[in-house]
């Protein structure tokens, strides 16, 4: 079952949105806030996401922001805000689609179809490329030149992070989410330092001198490499 993550304050539009998808045979995980969401994105894995823009603490512009650090999963935005400043504004922070209330079922169900069509096909493939480094995703390998190298889980995770993400600026506090859950009881910034420093040491061919992490003082890091697939 496809899971997604629904972001609904409306508990009538949600009970009945949320029942509909359920009987398509969806697995659906609804929050009513931004936290919450935030919570169940950190914590799990979807498919999709079904966004609200007005909620309780906040607005689902931000939060499509915030995934948007993290990945490419499909987002499609659910709002009654129909004028296009409020569509375009949508579109260019990363959502994938915008349907404004109301709004059939139907329509709404051929939009996820198509989301969830479109990300699979465009879904990482069996291995990422970025000049000498090589991930083998089936097998968690990471190769140097060819070379396998022995990264610790943290610093795959991180590899995994930046080459998914590359030309992008991840701020620390992204980082330390993305790799602990928000869980940063035993893992802060001065940790995370000392873990790109490792990893530099097994990836760089001169760590003092980066070519494929670079900081970003004041704004985080950066993979500074193109990425490929195959």
Not at 83 to 109: Q, S
Request: charged fraction near 30%.
């Amino acid at each position: 079952m496809k899971k997604i993550l629904f972001v609904e304050d409306d508990d009538a539009l949600g009970y009945a949105l949320e029942f509909s998808l359920i009987d398509e045979g969806y697995n659906i995980i609804r929050t009513c806030t931004i936290e919450d969401a935030k919570n169940c994105f950190n914590n799990d894995e979807f498919k999709l996401i079904l966004l609200d823009v007005n909620l309780p603490d906040g607005n689902g512009y931000d939060f499509c922001k915030y995934v948007r650090e993290k990945s490419s999963v499909p987002i499609i935005f659910l709002t009654a805000l129909d004028d296009e400043v409020n569509v375009v504004m949508g579109l260019e922070i990363g959502a994938n689609d915008y349907l404004t209330k109301p709004f059939g079922v139907r329509e709404l169900l051929a939009r996820i179809k198509v989301q969830l069509r479109l990300n699979k096909s465009n879904e990482i493939k069996d291995k990422l490329i970025s000049k000498d480094i090589t991930i083998d995703i089936s097998t968690s390998h990471v190769y140097k030149k060819n070379e396998l190298l022995n990264l610790t889980a943290l610093e795959y995770k991180l590899l995994i992070l930046f080459m998914n993400n590359p030309n992008k600026i991840i701020k620390r506090e992204s980082i330390l989410e993305s790799i602990t859950g928000e869980d940063d009881t035993f893992f802060d910034e001065n940790t995370l330092s000392v873990y790109i420093k490792r990893l530099r040491e097994k990836i760089e061919d001169d760590y003092k001198n980066p070519k494929y992490i670079i900081t970003k003082r004041g704004l985080g890091y950066k993979w500074d490499i193109e990425v490929g697939s195959e």
